[in-house]
């Protein structure tokens, strides 16, 4: 079984694409379609990266990593935002909430894979 990652973007288009790279090169990956199921799954497993959009409805992608940092065992674990924002201060309250990497949409496949590869591989 590979490194699982999880996946969290209310856009199901949007999501099923980064499934399908993630999974094409190997990883075990899970979905979520908002920040607050992401955090339901989060608590019942621990995954090795987590990947998420920052425009949801409910809690936000920055604020779904400031929440997962809450949880001891995320302390390690790679969190990567991957949106169409790109701003210099939304990255900055991305990186002060604890997000790993931003980047941003449309992704390139092999970009993101050379990502995600940095972090668990």
Do not use: C
Request: aromatic share 4%; proline share 2%.
């Amino acid at each position: 079984m590979g490194k699982s990652i999880l996946v969290v973007d209310d856009t199901r288009s949007m999501r099923k694409m980064v499934v399908a790279v993630l999974q094409g090169a190997g990883y075990s990956v899970e979905e979520a379609g908002d920040g607050d199921e992401a955090l339901e799954k989060a608590k019942k497993q621990v995954f090795d990266l987590v990947v998420t959009d920052h425009n949801m409805p409910g809690t936000d992608g920055v604020t779904l990593v400031r929440l997962l940092r809450g949880i001891s065992a995320y302390d390690n674990v790679a969190i990567i935002v991957l949106s169409t924002e790109t701003g210099a201060e939304l990255k900055a309250k991305g990186r002060e909430a604890g997000a790993t990497g931003w980047m941003a949409k449309p992704f390139d496949p092999e970009k993101m894979l050379s990502i995600v590869r940095q972090f668990i591989d």
